[in-house]
């Protein structure tokens, strides 16, 4: 089996295990405004609905994540060893070349997870009720969404999809390949400077992205479909500009923590094909998330 497509799919297991609270959190914030905190959503949250409802779309945020990482890290290495690899064998990608071919890479993988992203939303922002199954089950939120609106109903957001995660991936790759290069010249990183610049990537990238992921959750949850243009204009009318950075800090908590998670991947990517080459000390990239 391809390392990049095992790599990606422990990668988003583990990912998706330690970020699912933070995500969960962070949806919230984004559609309500009874929160005036991460901290008393997530308390409240809990103190009302039990702990549980915190892994709320666990099923759909695994899916997605399996699916974008696979996606995702399968791309990107056909792209590399394609583009990039010369007769030697040796993969040496410029940071504004690795950018780029994360953003393209990011395309791809947004493509892929819109329906489960919408599933997973829906999920995550409904009050719990134990009479009502459009609160916890997927399949019935699933049923419900094509008796709606057909296939076009779990295209919802798509396009902000794409306004997030080309860019989101675009950073992502360039600042972590720019970090990495600054902190371990030599290609000698240990997975805690792995974890560090994922980390560092991941707070910058968020950072640039998270008015498009707002706009996205909520053209998601509506009840009615709505343009972006609308879901922006509300947004501005009703919060200001702090309305698009509802719940970024629970974004960053949660990228920090996916990508320590992700960094063991990476070396289970290397042992797969390149053993300690050191042709493959580039690819050692940690696994990220990205984009909820």
Excluded at 17 to 44: N, W
Excluded at 182 to 189: C, E, K, R, T, V
Aim: with cysteine; proline share 4%; aromatic share 12%.
């Amino acid at each position: 089996m391809d390392r990049d497509f095992i790599s990606g799919a422990v990668g988003a297991f583990f990912g998706t295990l330690a970020g699912q609270p933070f995500d969960t959190v962070k949806a919230r914030m984004q559609i309500s405004r009874e929160y005036c905190s991460v901290a008393e959503c997530a308390i409240k949250t809990v103190r009302y609905e039990g702990v549980r409802v915190l892994f709320k779309g666990f099923s759909p945020a695994l899916t997605s994540a399996v699916v974008e990482n696979t996606v995702l890290w399968t791309v990107h290495g056909v792209i590399v060893r394609k583009c990039f690899e010369n007769q030697s064998g040796e993969n040496k990608p410029s940071v504004l070349q690795q950018a780029t071919v994360g953003a393209l890479s990011g395309f791809f993988s947004g493509t892929a997870i819109g329906p489960a992203e919408i599933i997973k939303v829906r999920l995550q922002t409904r009050h719990s009720d134990p009479s009502n199954p459009l609160t916890r089950n997927p399949i019935f939120v699933i049923s419900e969404l094509w008796r709606m609106e057909g296939y076009k109903g779990f295209t919802r957001g798509l396009v902000a999809l794409w306004m997030r995660d080309v860019p989101f991936y675009f950073v992502f790759f360039g600042t972590y390949d720019l970090t990495l290069g600054i902190i371990a010249p030599d290609g000698s990183a240990n997975p805690i400077q792995h974890a560090i610049c994922g980390s560092l990537s991941g707070a910058a990238s968020w950072s640039v992205v998270f008015p498009m992921d707002v706009l996205k959750t909520k053209a998601q949850v509506s009840e009615a479909p709505i343009t972006l243009t609308s879901a922006f204009s509300e947004t501005y009318r009703v919060q200001g500009v702090k309305g698009f950075y509802r719940g970024w800090i629970s974004a960053v908590l949660r990228g920090g923590k996916s990508s320590r998670h992700k960094v063991y991947p990476t070396f289970l990517n290397n042992v797969l094909m390149f053993e300690s080459s050191s042709s493959s000390e580039w690819f050692v990239v940690a696994r990220y998330k990205l984009v909820e």
